[in-house]
T-cell receptor, first 110, second 115 residues
């Protein structure tokens, strides 16, 4: 069945460092891909999405490109801030319900 | 324009009791999804419902768990005879349409603790 594998954490970075969180997927069809962010004690918030190959989703300085050839949707940010500390989830939607990766905890230190 | 609402936010139950978790989707959304998150883990899909219909319950445990989304009122996730392993955060999400490509909007979750 469909699944998502994302980079294990935790990830600890200094402020203004470059961030990459890897995400690869397995799907039988042509899924839509998402990154969600979860702050402590809260639900998930959509960060960005891409619905077809070569689409780039972007929001708040974060970017991810839907790569069909490598079945990947890696999350990047050029300069992280302390306020980016959270858990990041990669997800795919193929037939309606969503499949999530295990999450990657990011801590950004000043 | 209220988002997805879940209540209660925290629920404590003794082993053997019943837990009822409520979810009110965003206005205009008729598709509801329930997920379970164990500590330090990702979200596991449980069930997908439309008004009065269960569309996909492939992630629901076969026993003790049930879900409904009646014509009027919130969606309910019901856990009978709770056990300690049921302790988790339960998230509800809603979307205006089903099918792939539509993002889901999440509620703040209900944290269930079974003592």
């Amino acid at each position: 069945g469909d699944s998502v594998t994302q980079m294990e954490g935790p990830v600890t970075l200094s402020e203004e460092a470059f961030l990459t969180i890897n995400c690869t997927y397995t799907a039988t069809g042509y899924p839509s891909l998402f990154w969600y962010v979860q702050y402590p004690g809260e639900g998930l918030q959509l960060l960005l999405k891409a619905t077809k190959a070569d689409d780039k989703g972007s929001n708040k300085g974060f970017e991810a490109t839907y790569r069909k050839e490598t079945t990947s949707f890696h999350l990047e940010k050029g300069s992280v801030q302390v306020s980016d500390s959270a858990v990041y989830f990669c997800a795919l939607s193929d037939q309606g319900d969503m499949r999530f990766g295990a999450g990657t905890r990011l801590t950004v230190k000043p | 324009n209220a988002g997805v609402m879940q209540n209660p936010r925290h629920l404590v139950r003794r082993r053997g009791q019943e837990a009822r978790l409520r979810c009110s989707p965003m206005k205009g959304h008729s598709h509801v999804y329930w997920y379970r998150q164990l500590p330090e883990e990702g979200l596991k899909f449980m069930v997908y419902l439309q008004k009065e219909n269960i569309i996909d319950e492939s992630g629901m445990p076969k026993e003790r768990f049930s879900a409904e989304f009646p014509k009027e009122g919130p969606s309910i996730l019901r856990i009978q005879q709770v056990v300690r392993g049921d302790s988790a955060a339960y998230f509800c999400a809603s979307s205006p349409q089903g099918g792939q490509g539509h993002e889901q909007y999440f509620g703040p979750g209900t944290r269930l603790t079974v003592t």
